[in-house]
T-cell receptor, first 116, second 114 residues
Framework: AQKITQTQPGMFVQEKEAVTLDCTYD???????LFWYKQPSSGEMIFLIY??????QNATEGRYSLNFQKARKSANLVISASQLGDSAMYFC?????????????FGTGTRLLVSP | NAGVTQTPKFQVLKTGQSMTLQCAQD?????MYWYRQDPGMGLRLIYY???????DKGEVPNGYNVSRLNKREFSLRLESAAPSQTSVYFC?????????????FGEGSRLTVL
């Protein structure tokens, strides 16, 4: 069963606008973590933001925020004031803390293109 | 700060040849991983090592072997390369206690099997 689902293969946004990248997850664990990574065209994987399942507040890191809706099992990434340098692939991932070794499972990614 | 270093960055093999991808981390992390990335598939876990001395299969282990040489180094070996193993390979490491446990990645190794 797919644990992480990213339904948007590609998204377009104009510079300076906000964009939301969708991520839904599937787990029966009570303790888990959700991660977002950015992969620019150069290929490296850059960690952006983390949300723990017990965190009451949505995580924020600069222009990145994570819209965590536990009941809906969604962990959408919101990028405010998009910049041209935000054009990249974005991956959502989950780590389950109560189920064996805590492997990180990734979604298939969303390609974001920011236009001037 | 080197972080996670993997070599080589590019490699072209013929079907049936063998090769080893090397990975080293200098962050004193206990856990190390090998992922492969294919278009439309995201990152899929090949093998992981929870701690020095242990290795386990991930989602797509067939055709690969690994060695956790010491705490710093985790290598991935293709014994008899196949065109289906053409991919970008990422090594990663993480702490197993404290913090979120995010993965720190190497720059990737692009492998083409002809």
């Amino acid at each position: 069963a797919q644990k992480i689902t990213q339904t948007q293969p590609g998204m377009f946004v104009q510079e300076k606008e906000a964009v939301t990248l969708d991520c839904t997850y599937d787990t029966s664990d009570q303790s888990y973590g959700l991660f977002w990574y950015k992969q620019p065209s150069s290929g490296e994987m850059i960690f952006l933001i983390y949300q723990g399942s017990y965190d009451e507040q949505n995580a924020t890191e600069g222009r990145y925020s994570l819209n965590f809706q536990k009941a809906r099992k969604s962990a959408n990434l919101v990028i405010s004031a998009s910049q041209l340098g935000d054009s990249a692939m974005y991956f959502c991932a989950m780590r389950e803390y109560n189920t064996g070794f805590q492997k990180l499972v990734f979604g298939t990614g969303t390609r974001l293109l920011v236009s001037p | 700060n080197a972080g996670v270093t993997q070599t080589p960055k590019f490699q072209v093999l013929k079907t049936g040849q063998s090769m080893t991808l090397q990975c080293a981390q200098d962050m004193n992390h206990n856990s190390m991983y090998w992922y492969r990335q294919d278009p439309g598939m995201g990152l899929r876990l090949i093998y992981y090592s929870a701690s020095e001395g242990t290795t386990d299969k991930g989602e797509v282990p067939n055709g690969y072997n690994v060695s956790r040489l010491n705490k710093r180094e985790f290598s991935l070996r293709l014994e008899s390369a196949a065109p289906s193993q053409t991919s970008v390979y990422f090594c990663a490491s993480s702490a197993t206690s404290g913090g979120a446990g995010e993965l720190f990645f190497g720059e990737g190794s692009r492998l083409t099997v002809l």
